[in-house]
């Protein structure tokens, strides 16, 4: 690819250009395109002392 001044205006091209003084060859890369949005974190673990009482709480129902 190409990149070009033509009546002041860059212009990118995959042929040279009319005035090859303007012209300057630029390197195309590959992209990974949008990622995917981060999974949410996960949720907090519950205090273990207090899952404790409330199963024997739940039981002594």
Same mark, same amino acid.
């Given at each position: 690819?190409?990149?070009?001044?033509?009546? *002041?205006?860059?212009?990118?091209?995959?042929?040279?250009?009319?005035?090859?003084?303007?012209?300057?060859?630029?390197?195309?890369?590959?992209?990974? *395109?949008?990622?995917?949005?981060?999974?949410?974190?996960?949720?907090?673990?519950?205090?273990?002392?207090?899952?404790?009482?409330?199963?024997?709480?739940?039981?002594?129902?």
């Amino acid at each position: 690819m190409r990149k070009c001044v033509i009546d *002041g205006k860059n212009v990118i091209s995959n042929v040279d250009c009319a005035n090859a003084s303007s012209s300057k060859v630029i390197a195309i890369h590959d992209t990974r *395109g949008i990622e995917a949005p981060k999974a949410p974190p996960p949720p907090p673990q519950p205090d273990p002392a207090n899952l404790r009482e409330q199963m024997i709480d739940k039981a002594t129902r």
